[in-house]
């Protein structure tokens, strides 16, 4: 609590002998004194200056005590500031009268120096002690809001990261249950390739060395066009081959987003992770009803092995890439016939870390919306279609668990974020990382 030294008491009175009188028991007491003659300098002085009290008389030249007392307590910084008034007057009217306006307490003239010392270290005491209390409820205020936030905060990444490993456990289930049967199709395919290949060259063999063939025999391979039936075999298999192996990719995908729920950092390839969001998020790429397919251009830069947690990069990029769908999904309605909505998405190396750009066509933002982007339940979108947690996790994730940063520009009608991180890290691991790599 503040001592008397730094205290300041404002003492306004027209009488001279008044201020001396009172000046010199307060500088006794080691309070600091500012005195002022009239309401109007006392005013001026408040303003440049606050006192940590005033002693106020009430009939002055000018604008009176009351009057004085009425500006100071309209004022929202110097409401505050406790009020004692002097006066000769006993009348009860303007006892009542002082108080309503805000005074805190009275003093009768002719000063007793004691009575004044005593009630001048009553008010300050008491100020201070609201003061300090104020601080300290402003202070637990903050506190509690904080703690909220973080709460609801954590509530919510709860939620989402619940929502991630049951889409990532069913993704997992059935990429496992996929991966069986394409992987017996297509070890057999090798072997068919072979068998079909010795058939054809045993039909060769029967042809050469059997010049005259069976009238039936040979109505039948017309029938099937024969000549084409062996030129066709081949490819057909080559064809089943190929379909296989892209659906032994697709689950590979399928895979590596699943680890959606994995927090440990490894080194992984970006542009997998990416592909494999961009096959989640297919079905929402194909054309509507009110708008055509997503053209989604890829410009892939030569990149390492990237220092991450795919998981949690996954997420950012379903968050990013599924806010890009809704806005286009959302601009359709106003585009020209000929509009074409589209998704670009590049990679590149940028120093020692690596730069994802993930842009849409799907209109502009305005600045009162860019700068509360990331802020935690933020969205622009109507009420139960997000949760305004997306942006937020995913700028938590870039840069607190990567040490990175992802940011937004906007270019006339094109929107695109850039998140940038090290392409190896340095920030040391969090406790449940720790673990996972122990």
Same mark, same amino acid.
């Given at each position: 609590?503040?001592?008397?030294?730094?205290?300041?008491?404002?003492? %306004?009175?027209?009488?001279?002998?008044?201020?001396?009188?009172?000046?010199?028991?307060?500088?006794?007491?080691?309070?600091?004194?500012? %005195?002022?003659?009239?309401?109007?300098?006392?005013?001026?002085?408040?303003?440049?200056?606050?006192?940590?009290?005033?002693?106020?008389?009430?009939?002055?030249?000018?604008?009176?005590?009351?009057?004085?007392?009425?500006?100071? @307590?309209?004022?929202?910084?110097?409401?505050?500031?406790?009020?004692?008034?002097?006066?000769?007057?006993?009348?009860?009217?303007?006892?009542? !009268?002082?108080? &309503?306006?805000?005074?805190?307490?009275?003093?009768?003239?002719?000063?007793?120096?004691?009575?004044?010392?005593?009630?001048? =270290?009553?008010?300050?005491?008491?100020?201070?002690? =609201?003061?300090?209390?104020?601080?300290?409820?402003?202070?637990?205020?903050? /506190?509690?809001?904080?703690?909220?936030?973080?709460?609801?905060?954590?509530?919510? +990444?709860?939620? +989402? =990261?619940? @929502?991630?490993? *049951?889409?990532?456990?069913?993704?997992?289930?059935?990429?496992?249950?996929?991966?069986?049967?394409?992987?017996?199709?297509?070890?057999?395919?090798?072997?068919?390739?072979?068998?079909?290949?010795?058939?054809?060259?045993?039909?060769?063999?029967?042809?050469?060395?059997?010049?005259? %063939?069976?009238?039936?025999?040979?109505?039948?391979?017309?029938?099937?066009?024969?000549?084409?039936?062996?030129?066709?075999?081949?490819?057909?298999?080559?064809?089943?081959?190929?379909?296989?192996?892209?659906?032994?990719?697709?689950? $590979?995908?399928?895979?590596?987003?699943?680890?959606?729920?994995?927090?440990?950092?490894? &080194?992984?390839?970006?542009?997998?992770?990416?592909?494999?969001?961009?096959?989640?998020?297919?079905?929402?790429?194909?054309?509507?009803?009110?708008?055509?397919?997503?053209? %989604?251009? !890829?410009?892939?830069?030569?990149?390492?092995?990237?220092?991450? *947690?795919?998981?949690?990069?996954?997420?950012?990029?379903?968050?990013?890439?599924?806010?890009?769908?809704?806005?286009?999904?959302?601009?359709?309605?106003?585009?020209?016939?000929?509009?074409?909505?589209?998704?670009?998405?590049?990679?590149?190396? /940028?120093?020692?870390?690596?730069?994802?750009?993930?842009?849409? =066509?799907?209109?502009?933002?305005?600045?009162?919306?860019?700068?509360?982007?990331?802020?935690?339940?933020?969205?622009?979108?109507?009420?139960? $279609?997000?949760?305004?947690?997306?942006?937020?996790?995913?700028?938590?994730?870039?840069?607190? !668990?990567?040490?990175? +940063?992802?940011?937004?520009?906007?270019?006339?009608?094109?929107?695109?974020?850039?998140?940038?991180?090290?392409?190896?890290?340095?920030?040391?691991?969090?406790?449940?990382?720790?673990?996972?790599? &122990?």
């Amino acid at each position: 609590m503040p001592t008397s030294e730094s205290d300041i008491i404002l003492i %306004v009175d027209d009488t001279p002998t008044n201020l001396a009188v009172l000046s010199e028991a307060l500088t006794s007491a080691n309070y600091q004194v500012a %005195v002022a003659l009239d309401g109007e300098t006392a005013l001026e002085q408040v303003g440049y200056k606050p006192p940590n009290l005033i002693l106020l008389d009430v009939m002055m030249p000018g604008i009176d005590g009351f009057e004085t007392c009425r500006q100071l @307590k309209a004022n929202p910084e110097t409401a505050q500031i406790p009020i004692i008034f002097m006066t000769a007057l006993s009348d009860t009217v303007d006892k009542v !009268k002082g108080l &309503s306006l805000g005074a805190v307490d009275y003093i009768t003239k002719p000063f007793q120096q004691e009575e004044v010392l005593a009630r001048v =270290n009553v008010h300050l005491e008491l100020y201070h002690l =609201n003061h300090n209390l104020d601080r300290q409820v402003k202070e637990r205020t903050a /506190e509690l809001s904080e703690a909220l936030d973080s709460l609801q905060k954590a509530q919510v +990444q709860l939620v +989402q =990261n619940e @929502k991630m490993s *049951s889409l990532g456990q069913l993704v997992a289930g059935v990429a496992h249950e996929i991966n069986n049967p394409v992987n017996f199709i297509h070890g057999n395919l090798s072997h068919a390739k072979e068998y079909i290949a010795d058939l054809l060259e045993l039909l060769r063999l029967y042809q050469e060395k059997t010049p005259t %063939v069976n009238p039936d025999v040979e109505a039948f391979a017309e029938e099937i066009d024969f000549e084409f039936l062996k030129e066709d075999l081949p490819k057909l298999l080559k064809s089943m081959e190929v379909g296989a192996g892209r659906i032994q990719g697709i689950i $590979k995908s399928l895979k590596t987003f699943s680890r959606a729920n994995e927090t440990q950092f490894e &080194s992984i390839n970006i542009h997998e992770g990416i592909e494999s969001t961009l096959l989640i998020l297919s079905n929402r790429i194909k054309a509507k009803s009110f708008r055509r397919d997503i053209q %989604v251009k !890829k410009i892939y830069g030569e990149l390492p092995l990237i220092d991450c *947690s795919s998981g949690q990069l996954n997420q950012v990029f379903t968050n990013i890439l599924s806010n890009a769908i809704d806005a286009l999904d959302e601009s359709a309605s106003r585009q020209p016939q000929d509009w074409i909505p589209r998704i670009d998405i590049r990679t590149a190396i /940028e120093g020692d870390q690596v730069a994802i750009t993930i842009a849409n =066509n799907g209109g502009t933002m305005s600045p009162e919306v860019q700068d509360h982007l990331f802020e935690p339940f933020f969205t622009t979108k109507p009420r139960g $279609k997000g949760t305004g947690m997306g942006l937020s996790i995913s700028h938590q994730i870039i840069t607190e !668990k990567h040490g990175g +940063q992802l940011h937004c520009r906007v270019e006339g009608d094109r929107v695109e974020f850039v998140i940038e991180i090290p392409i190896q890290q340095t920030i040391a691991p969090t406790p449940h990382q720790a673990k996972s790599q &122990s």
